[in-house]
């Protein structure tokens, strides 16, 4: 089993950061990519930042230049800094890990932590 849990979510205005973690924990599994989600009000969820299985980043548009993911392996935990934020960042930040039991690949998502950003 796999388990996320996000936090760091909030209400902020416009132009202010926020910085979102997912400490995660994994029992028999191996977690092969690891990568935030959101999901703003109405629409499909879309990858935001990830890291993917060789380690290298990857980031939606949008956020480029904004948002910047990192990790504390020792801590287990990836984080999210967002920085000049927008009224259109608004949404549900989810974790999304992509493990591995034997040749079996699974997917693992958080509950999620609510980002508001006001204009």
């Known amino acids: 089993q796999v388990q996320l849990v996000e936090s760091g979510g909030g209400l902020v205005q416009a132009g202010e950061s926020l910085r979102l973690s997912c400490v995660v924990s994994?029992?028999?599994?191996?977690?092969?990519?690891i990568g935030w989600y959101r999901q703003p009000p109405g629409k499909e969820r879309e990858l935001v930042a990830g890291f993917n299985g060789d380690g290298r980043t990857n980031y939606v548009d949008a956020v480029k230049g904004r948002f910047t993911i990192s990790r504390d392996n020792a801590k287990n935990t990836v984080y999210l800094q967002m920085n000049s934020l927008k009224p259109e960042d608004t949404a549900v930040y989810y974790c999304r890990a992509e493990a591995r039991l034997g040749s079996t690949g699974y997917y693992f998502w958080g509950q999620g932590t609510q980002v508001t950003v006001s204009s």
């Open positions: 994994s029992i028999d599994f191996t977690v092969n990519a």
